[in-house]
């Protein structure tokens, strides 16, 4: 069965600063994806970056990039020079090739961004 | 900008209620999720169709919750009869594949509803 921890329920970071939210998974699947997706508290979901198994090079979007480690399974989302409006929930996900074809998601980190 | 878009955003009903929820998925997309959010489950699988055919509803309530795609514009959602244990934010999201293996999903704003 596929699984997706979020080992962190909440963390702070000083605006400006880069933060690292951490992810692992368990799959024995040859084939996946890894997503990272936002929720602010307005309560929409935000597509943020994605990674795939088979990517030799770490993905990168703006000021987020994934710290992508296959042998640990952990894809952590590294968010450089934080800001207020990244004060929200993030959510690692996992779709696999096979079986459910559909994102399974962490339980979540509440990320505070203070001035 | 294209968005996936639903209704209500907000429902307050009776237990014992039905409640449909609507969703039009972005142009183009041929695959429609259903997810659930709650504090206690955080977001759970509810179901998922491609090209109008559902694939997978195996995280829904069999007896009091159907999934339907009239047509590639719309999935509906619906609970008949609602209970208090379905209050929880409901998710639609549509699907563009981002390589082989793997698409990228557009959420809905929600349907938070509330069965009292």
């Known amino acids: 069965a596929q699984k997706i921890t979020q080992t962190q329920p909440g963390m702070f970071v000083q605006e400006k600063e880069a933060v690292t939210l951490d992810c692992t998974y368990d799959t024995s699947d040859p084939s996946y994806g890894l997503f990272w997706y936002k929720q602010p508290s307005s309560g929409e979901m935000i597509f943020l970056i994605y990674?795939?198994?088979?990517?030799?090079q770490n993905a990168t979007e703006g000021r987020y990039s994934l710290n992508f480690q296959k042998a640990r399974k952990s894809a952590n989302l590294v968010i450089s020079a934080s800001q207020l409006g990244d004060s929200a929930m993030y959510f690692c996900a996992i779709e696999m090739d096979t079986g459910r074809r559909a994102l399974t998601f962490g339980s979540g980190t509440r990320l505070q961004v203070q001035p | 900008d294209a968005r996936v878009t639903q209704t209500p955003r907000h429902k307050v009903t009776e237990m014992g209620q039905e409640v449909t929820m609507r969703c039009q998925p972005i142009?183009?997309?041929?695959?429609v999720f259903w997810y659930r959010q709650t504090m206690m489950q955080g977001l759970e699988l509810l179901a998922y169709f491609r090209n109008r055919a559902p694939l997978d509803d195996s995280g829904m309530p069999k007896d009091r919750f159907s999934a339907e795609m009239p047509d590639a514009t719309l999935a509906t959602l619906k609970i008949q009869p609602s209970e208090p244990r379905d209050s929880a934010v409901y998710f639609c999201?549509?699907?563009?594949?981002?390589?082989?293996?793997?698409?990228?999903?557009?959420f809905g704003s929600g349907t938070q509803l509330s069965v009292l």
């Open positions: 142009l183009g997309h041929n695959t």
């Open positions: 990674q795939g198994s088979y990517d030799q």
């Open positions: 999201a549509s699907g563009l594949v981002v390589d082989r293996y793997n698409e990228k999903l557009f």
